[in-house]
């Protein structure tokens, strides 16, 4: 699941001359900045209050943690879509007549002096989207890892479904849950891992030869790669889990596979096709 709300909202109606790529950038880009912004001064209005009123210190500290718990959701539902929009402004396409435009919107030159001001503005985001938010991720867990790994005080001499279910309900963690809490204690920076892996197969790999065999190919490997990790060290608590995801990349590659089969020919509707699409 991701939110993109340059896809949901009616934003080329907004504005005489069209909604182009360059205004989907920075609006994708902009709003979860100006939202985490406007959260933060709520965040101190309300230290200021409370320490004006201790008597509301309990009830101001929940509605804190419930706010810290909705903007972790939010930046991890943002991130696949934001990261890919920022990517895409430096997907070109070049054409016959030695034109260059942007894959995502043909009416931009990407040898425009324009377009080139915001592939600088687009390559500063990259630090803060498709690599700011998993190093931020790991940060935060990496500072309470001994909650996560349970080697914390708060788990001595519990019984190990005890731990966990004391980990999943601890409200010094609580805005974190949704990173650990399907993962095993020794795999607590698993999901910064599937971040990088979302980049990687949805993002980067744009740029590997556009277009090509040769990129499915490698989507194929990193596929591969990635299933063989999760085969391996098996991330999850629950072995279910394991099988559903293992299931999940296991139906990707077969989407890359019969891709590159179209691709290369071999199916499709072509006269040497081995397999005809009727």
């Given at each position: ?23 989907v950038l920075l609006f994708t880009t902009l709003w979860p900045l100006a939202f985490f912004a406007v959260v933060a001064v709520l965040e101190r209005v309300s230290r200021i209050f409370i320490k004006r009123h201790p008597e509301a210190t309990a009830k ?219």
């Amino acid at each position: 699941f991701q939110i993109d709300l340059a896809a949901l909202l009616p934003l080329a109606c907004l504005t005489k001359d069209g909604f182009n790529y360059h205004r989907v950038l920075l609006f994708t880009t902009l709003w979860p900045l100006a939202f985490f912004a406007v959260v933060a001064v709520l965040e101190r209005v309300s230290r200021i209050f409370i320490k004006r009123h201790p008597e509301a210190t309990a009830k101001a500290s929940k509605s804190a943690v419930h706010v810290r718990v909705m903007v972790m959701t939010l930046s991890f539902f943002i991130f696949t879509s934001v990261s890919n929009v920022v990517f895409s402004t430096f997907n070109c396409e070049l054409f016959d007549d030695g034109a260059r435009l942007l894959k995502a919107d043909y009416s931009i030159d990407c040898d425009s002096g324009v377009h080139q001001m915001y592939e600088v503005y687009a390559a500063c985001f990259v630090f803060v989207y498709p690599l700011g938010i998993p190093l931020g991720y790991y940060m935060m867990l990496r500072n309470v890892r001994d909650h996560l790994t349970l080697q914390h005080e708060d788990y001595q001499g519990k019984t190990f479904e005890e731990q966990i279910a004391l980990r999943d309900k601890s409200e010094k963690i609580k805005h974190l849950r949704f990173l650990y809490f399907q993962y095993r204690p020794g795999m607590w920076a698993w999901e910064i891992f599937q971040c990088f892996h979302k980049v990687v197969l949805t993002g980067l790999l744009m740029f590997v030869l556009d277009g090509t065999a040769l990129q499915i190919v490698i989507g194929i490997f990193v596929t591969f790669v990635i299933f063989g990790m999760f085969s391996y060290f098996q991330p999850f608590l629950d072995p279910k889990e394991t099988i559903l995801e293992v299931l999940a990349l296991f139906a990707i590659f077969i989407c890359l596979l019969l891709g590159l089969m179209f691709k290369t020919g071999i199916a499709g509707d072509g006269v040497d096709s081995e397999l005809p699409s009727k």
